[in-house]
């Protein structure tokens, strides 16, 4: 069923089409029944996408709106926005995962009944797999008009809304009772306020006798006005730390009575929000030891690894007083999920084909694609890799989660907790919603500010990954002086990177592994030597990896992995492993050479692991002690303390660059073009490029995906510099374009007349971002003939437009002249010819650059003498 109120953009119609903005442009102008905008700007006018689609069918430049498109552009087009409508569509998609005939059924009648029945089927879905949502329908704690919703993470809490049940970590509701009841949900359920994984029971007041009696139930986070535990009618609840067991009432009790001898738990009595702090055990006469014992009980110290006592928040510090923290999902209601229907039923007939996983990551890909600007992604590879730099892992924490990439490359393992935050909450509940999709591990994420906010303060994890921001200086500086988890030092105010280091430490169990994403001035800014030192001396800091320009964004520094351990002990001479892999970047724009990258720092790190020490590897790795760098400045970056790469007969490899310089010179003046003859300009009949594809002369593909298998990716700068293909591009579920021996190969981006053919040894790469793939029927079409009028300068100008930062070429609009099969490859030999001059002299180029810089090292290096 189409969207009517579907809008489409013009790039969404030149996409649509597979034409350039501009094509969209003169059909504009050009033809009087072209839809008119509904929306949009005067600038920037959107359109109907079902009469869009209506028109180009009728024109003949569309026969049918592929199913991934048309899904795409329901999302794109949502009336409101792409990023609400990717939270529908996941819960949706986590739905048919899940349990598809509860889809089914509820997709079997019209939109209004989809809507209404789907905020039911998808809180049963997301609770037990995101650890809980807002509940509705009832009481809150504290009484009828009080609504509160536990959300997900640990110790996630909810707010004041209208209607709310709590739901705990697991997703059984935990029902409060009004003023005066004598009791929910009666004798059928155990009468011990029983706790989910984050969520301490709450006493009643002295007018409720009977609250929260789920057999898992409880009552967590309430509004910030809640005056404490055990309170009256008013009270909301205790927003209390996460690994703290429920209270337990006498077994007796069908609800739970005030103790008048504990006036509180874990609370002072002048507090109006409680944060207690994150012990294992609680004293005797809080809790029942039966219930304290008992193996029902949900995330005890043992499973969520809480060290007792330790980096608990003050009174009054900002870090995680007063505010609980924002669950990052919440199941949409009927009226939000009505305008979605269409779209979601659209993903659905899509999953069906590719599966509901792939779907979200399709849909996902081609958002953050559509808006680099917006996001600062953490490459695929460069996830992989710190992952397993961090090792095999129960419990990971990201609390910089993003889209969720460094979480998604952990290596799944039974009974898994995934713990994530991030600021941005439609990232946070992307980022659920991805993780759910792609493990069966239980994922726990929030919003809010970590440093100043923290949603999981009381987590002690396995392994904590992250990509903090870098260069932030309001991260709560001013607000955090006192904070417990600066224990290597208070960070600077230009040194946000070292308050994500430490905050990463203080949520490690001991001997657990934190890895890190950072900029290399962290490692050796004067206003952060002190705290760089004290890592060093405690054995906090394990190794300092410098990866090679292009790994991450941005892409013009070269970042650093720092690797750290919460130390069970200090070693008695520790050292620490430094890595240089700079010599693997890549010479284009595609990224550095991954798998040299791995290999080189897994290697390294694991015999440093193991050994405690690393034997010295020239300019790549080595071990230091950490006496060595406690100096005045403290610099860790590796390329300062590692010796040169040995230069191995480095006179007699000069002799070989020249040897072959020589060969390539003498190659190039041979295939040198002889003299042109002149001749009276041809008046020849002309075609396009978008002519020969409709008439099926040729096939045009346009990249910019990585699909499954990981394989070279030939990039718009190896087209441009004539290298092998050199890049990489995210995994994805839509698939690769692979090219074949024979394509054509256009840049879209530049303004530069280039054309590409394939040869056997570029076959089989994947098509990059910014290319067109022309593959010619050899019956009609010769592929140099087309390759090279495709280069002319005249014929790329009438086909570009023009922006004021960029140049696009349009390639169906580009001209070629009609002519038989034999006059064709007589024009493509002789293109041919000048592609081996134009090959011939690039590499004389780079064997002339290596034999220069390599002469310039060795004499100042002293392996070459001067004469």
């Known amino acids: ?9 013009a790039a969404g119609i030149a996409r649509l089409a597979g034409v350039g ?16 905008p509904v929306g949009g700007t005067e600038t920037s006018p959107s359109f109907a996408l079902a009469e869009v689609e209506a028109w180009l069918r009728k024109q003949g430049k569309l026969a049918e709106v592929p199913l991934r498109e048309r899904v795409w552009q329901q999302l794109a087009g949502h009336p409101e926005g792409p990023l609400t409508a990717l939270v529908h569509t996941g819960c949706v998609l986590l739905l048919i995962h899940e349990r598809p005939t509860v889809w089914l059924d509820a997709s079997a009648g019209s939109d209004a009944r989809l809507a209404a029945m789907l905020p039911g089927a998808l809180e049963k879905v997301l609770t037990p797999r995101v650890g809980g949502v807002r509940g509705r329908g009832g009481a809150g704690v504290g009484g009828a008009r009080a609504g509160v919703g536990v959300g997900v993470g640990a110790g996630a809490g909810g707010g004041a809304g209208g209607g709310g049940g709590v739901s705990t970590a697991y997703g059984r509701p935990a029902v409060s009772g009004a003023f005066g009841q004598a009791g929910v949900n009666g004798p059928s359920n155990p009468p011990a306020v029983n706790t989910g994984s984050a969520s301490p029971g709450v006493d009643s007041g002295p007018e409720t006798s009977g609250v929260n009696s789920g057999s898992v139930a409880s009552s967590v986070n309430s509004g910030a006005a809640s005056p404490g535990v055990n309170s009256g009618s008013v009270a909301s609840g205790v927003n209390s730390s996460p690994a703290v067991p429920g209270v337990d009432p006498d077994p007796t009790a069908l609800g739970v009575s005030p103790a008048p001898t504990v006036p509180a738990v874990n609370s ?7 944060n207690t702090p994150p012990t294992v055990h609680n004293d005797p006469a809080v809790h029942n030891p039966a219930s304290v014992s008992s193996e029902s009980a949900v995330h005890n110290a043992s499973t969520v690894h809480n060290r007792p006592t330790v980096h608990s928040t003050p009174p009054g510090t900002p870090a995680t007083a007063g505010s609980p923290p924002t669950p990052a999902l919440t199941p949409p209601t009927g009226p939000q999920l009505l305008p979605s229907a269409p779209l979601l039923r659209g993903a659905a007939e899509l999953a069906a084909e590719i599966g509901a996983r792939q779907t979200f990551e399709f849909l996902l890909g081609r958002h953050l694609d559509a808006n680099p600007r917006q996001y600062t992604l953490t490459p695929a590879e460069l996830a992989g890799l710190m992952a397993d730099l961090a090792g095999p892992a129960r419990t990971v924490l990201d609390p910089a989660c993003g889209t969720g990439a460094l979480l998604r490359a952990v290596d799944p393992r039974p009974g898994q907790e995934l713990y994530a935050q991030d600021n941005a909450p439609e990232l946070a509940a992307l980022s659920a919603l991805r993780l759910a999709l792609h493990s069966r591990a239980t994922v ?19 392994a904590v990954l992250c990509h903090p921001p870098f260069n932030e200086r309001n991260w709560g500086h001013d607000e955090l002086a006192y904070d417990p988890r600066w224990e290597y030092g208070f960070p600077a105010r230009t040194e946000s990177e070292l308050a994500w280091v430490q905050h990463a430490l203080a949520r490690l169990t001991d001997g657990g592994t934190a890895v890190l994403l950072m900029p290399p001035a962290a490692a050796s800014r004067r206003s952060g030597r002190r705290i760089r030192a004290d890592l060093l001396r405690r054995g906090a800091l394990r190794a300092v990896v410098a990866l090679p320009v292009g790994a991450a964004p941005p892409y013009n520094i070269p970042l650093h992995l720092w690797v750290l351990r919460r130390p069970d002990r200090t070693p008695a001479a520790p050292e620490v492993l430094l890595v240089d892999t700079g010599r693997f970047a890549g010479e284009a724009r595609g990224g550095p050479d991954w798998e040299a990258v791995r290999e080189a720092v897994l290697d390294a790190w694991r015999a440093f692991a193991r050994e405690g020490r690393l034997a010295e590897r020239p300019g790549l790795a080595r071990s230091v002690p950490v006496i060595e760098l406690l100096d005045d400045d403290v610099d860790l970056a590796p390329a300062r303390h590692l010796p040169p790469a040995a230069v191995a007969d480095g006179a007699e490899q000069l002799t070989q660059v020249r040897e072959r310089l020589g060969e390539t010179l003498r190659l190039t ?25 409709r008439g099926g002369a040729l096939v045009m593909r346009t990249g910019g995906n990585g699909g499954h298998a990981r394989v070279p990716v030939l990039t718009d700068h190896d087209v441009l510099a004539g290298t092998a293909p050199s890049g990489t591009l995210p995994e994805s579920e839509e698939e690769a374009v692979l090219t074949e021996p024979g394509d054509v190969v256009v840049p879209v981006l530049g303004g530069g007349a280039m054309a590409r053919v394939i040869d056997g040894a570029t076959g089989g790469a994947a098509l990059g971002r910014n290319l067109v793939l022309l593959r010619p029927d050899r019956t009609a079409l010769d592929p140099w003939f087309l390759a090279g009028f495709l280069r002319g300068t005249a014929n790329n100008r009438q086909a570009s437009s023009y922006a004021s930062t960029a140049t696009r070429l349009d390639v ?7 002519l038989p099969l034999e006059e064709q490859l007589r024009y493509g030999a002789r293109f ?19 034999l ?9 290096d002293g392996t070459v003498a001067p004469d």
């Open 812 to 818: 169906r609009r580009l001209h070629l002249p009609r």
């Open 832 to 850: 041919r010819a000048l592609d081996e001059f134009e090959r011939a002299l690039r590499h004389a180029s780079r064997l002339g650059e290596q």
């Open 852 to 860: 220069v810089r390599g002469m310039y090292d060795g004499l100042t």
């Open 1 to 9: 069923m189409q969207d009517n109120a579907t809008e489409v953009t």
């Open 268 to 274: 002072s009595p002048t507090a109006s929000t409680v």
């Open 21 to 36: 903005r501009a094509a969209v442009s003169n059909w504009r102008r050009r033809h009087a029944d072209f839809p008119k």
């Open 669 to 693: 003046a041979d295939l040198t073009p002889p003299p042109a003859d002149p001749a009276p300009p041809a008046r020849w009949p002309l075609t396009t490029v978008g002519e020969l594809a």
């Open 444 to 462: 726990r994420a929030a919003v809010g500010d970590t440093l100043r906010a923290d949603a999981h303060p009381g987590l002690l994890a396995d």
